[in-house]
């Protein structure tokens, strides 16, 4: 069964930083991307950022130059970060993982002084 798993939500000053992860279990395969998503209230899910299973990596230009992901990969599990630079107001939305087909819970992420 794949589990995804989000953490490292909160709440962060404007200018500020956090770092999501994002631990993805129990693939039978591995060639799968990973991406994250944001959804603010009363609005759609937005793509954030990717990272293919080869390292290729994709972000929305509203995040372009202030959002980095990455990823960790061994035999035991699988985890994606997200770092999160220059925060602002608007970066403010619950973030969710989504491995293959799969999605996280999701992790609140608050941009407030």
């Known amino acids: 069964q794949v589990q995804v798993v989000e953490s490292g939500g909160g709440l962060a000053q404007p200018g500020g930083s956090l770092r999501l992860s994002c631990v993805v279990s129990?693939?039978?395969?591995?060639?799968?991307?990973v991406g994250w998503f944001r959804q603010a209230p009363g609005k759609g899910r937005d793509f954030v950022a990717h990272?293919?299973?080869?390292?290729?990596?994709?972000?929305a230009p509203s995040v372009k130059g202030r959002f980095i992901i990455s990823r960790s990969r061994d035999t035991a599990k699988d985890t994606t970060y997200l770092q999160m630079n220059s925060l602002k107001p608007e970066d403010s939305a619950v973030y969710y993982c989504?491995?293959?087909?799969?999605w996280g819970q999701g992790t609140q992420v608050t941009v407030s002084s």
């Open positions: 129990g693939f039978t395969y591995s060639n799968y991307a």
């Open positions: 990272i293919q299973s080869n390292n290729t990596t994709g972000t």
């Open positions: 989504k491995a293959g087909p799969h």
